[in-house]
């Protein structure tokens, strides 16, 4: 069965930083887009950032771009997700995510596979 275990969440001041790491058991993932999500209090959830599993294009929403970085070691079927700058609008539930075939990357409805989310608290 496969599964996705999200660690590193955690308080920070703001301007502090975090990374957060998804590790994937069960099967491999090389052929999988990875994800991340956020639900911020009594909010949707968002698109945080993602990366193709071969090649390593990234994408980043607007809100985390230049100071989130994604990255992934293929060999440990984890991904991870630097957060740096950090604001108090950067807090959420943090939710790594698996998509094993086409889809909008953006899009929540296209990962077929998530993890139990991992709350970040960034105070001011």
């Known amino acids: 069965q496969v599964q996705l275990v999200e660690s590193g969440g955690g308080l920070v001041q703001a301007g502090g930083s975090l990374r957060l790491s998804c590790a994937a058991s069960?099967?491999?993932?090389?052929?999988?887009?990875m994800g991340w999500f956020r639900q911020p209090p009594g909010k949707e959830r968002e698109f945080v950032a993602a990366?193709?599993?071969?090649?390593?294009?990234?994408y980043y929403s607007d809100s985390v771009k230049g100071r989130f970085t994604i990255s992934r070691n293929n060999a440990k079927n984890t991904v991870y997700l630097q957060m740096n700058s950090l604001k108090p609008e950067d807090t959420a539930v943090y939710y790594c995510?698996?998509?094993?075939?086409?889809?909008?990357?953006?899009?929540?409805?296209?990962?077929?596979?998530w993890g139990q989310g991992t709350q970040v608290t960034v105070s001011s």
């Open positions: 995510a698996g998509r094993e075939r086409g889809g909008d990357l953006y899009s929540s409805g296209s990962y077929g596979v």
């Open positions: 069960g099967r491999t993932f090389s052929n999988y887009a």
């Open positions: 990366i193709r599993w071969t090649g390593g294009s990234t």
